[in-house]
């Protein structure tokens, strides 16, 4: 279901609790929400007024992937960047790394199974957005 985005500062500044496998229809309302939005290409739950850590992204092929319990664990080339948000007005100057190596679940059959993944790139650039969204971190 598309679900209207949050700008409220107090629900996106509150750190998300851990995502469960009940949390399914969650991540369908975030990819059915970034669906709706023109050149939107992640969506994390806090921004449907959700706090759980989770969140849906597009990959360069187009496919929207969804990650629950996102943690970095490992991140190089650090660089400034400019970013924007769908739910905050101004852009940020942040630091963000070109290759990061993540731990998250994935549903696979209605259970959560860990993963671990190199990602590089805008969608590495994307995953460390989102987690900062997890984390009520305002960019």
Same mark, same amino acid.
């Given at each position: $279901?598309?679900?209207?985005?949050?700008?409220?500062?107090?629900?996106?500044?509150?750190?998300?609790?851990?995502?469960?496998?009940?949390?399914?229809?969650?991540?369908?309302?975030?990819?059915?929400?970034?669906?709706?939005?023109?050149?939107?290409?992640?969506?994390?739950?806090?921004?449907?007024?959700?706090?759980?850590?989770?969140?849906?992204?597009?990959?360069?092929?187009?496919?929207?992937?969804? $990650?629950?319990?996102?943690?970095?664990?490992?991140?190089?080339?650090?660089?400034?960047?400019?970013?924007?948000?769908?739910?905050?007005?101004?852009?940020?100057?942040?630091?963000?790394?070109?290759?990061?190596?993540?731990?998250?679940?994935?549903?696979?059959?209605?259970?959560?199974?860990?993963?671990?993944?190199?990602?590089?790139?805008?969608?590495?650039?994307?995953?460390?957005?989102?987690?900062?969204?997890?984390?009520?971190?305002?960019?």
């Amino acid at each position: $279901m598309i679900k209207d985005l949050v700008t409220d500062e107090a629900i996106l500044s509150t750190p998300c609790e851990p995502a469960t496998a009940e949390d399914a229809p969650v991540a369908q309302d975030l990819a059915d929400t970034l669906a709706s939005i023109e050149d939107a290409a992640c969506l994390a739950a806090n921004q449907i007024g959700v706090t759980k850590a989770l969140f849906v992204y597009q990959d360069d092929a187009g496919e929207v992937h969804a $990650m629950y319990n996102p943690k970095i664990l490992m991140a190089l080339g650090g660089a400034k960047v400019a970013e924007s948000c769908l739910t905050h007005e101004e852009p940020s100057t942040v630091t963000r790394f070109a290759k990061i190596k993540v731990s998250f679940d994935e549903l696979v059959d209605g259970q959560l199974k860990a993963r671990r993944r190199d990602f590089t790139g805008w969608v590495a650039q994307m995953i460390q957005h989102m987690v900062d969204h997890c984390k009520g971190k305002l960019v």
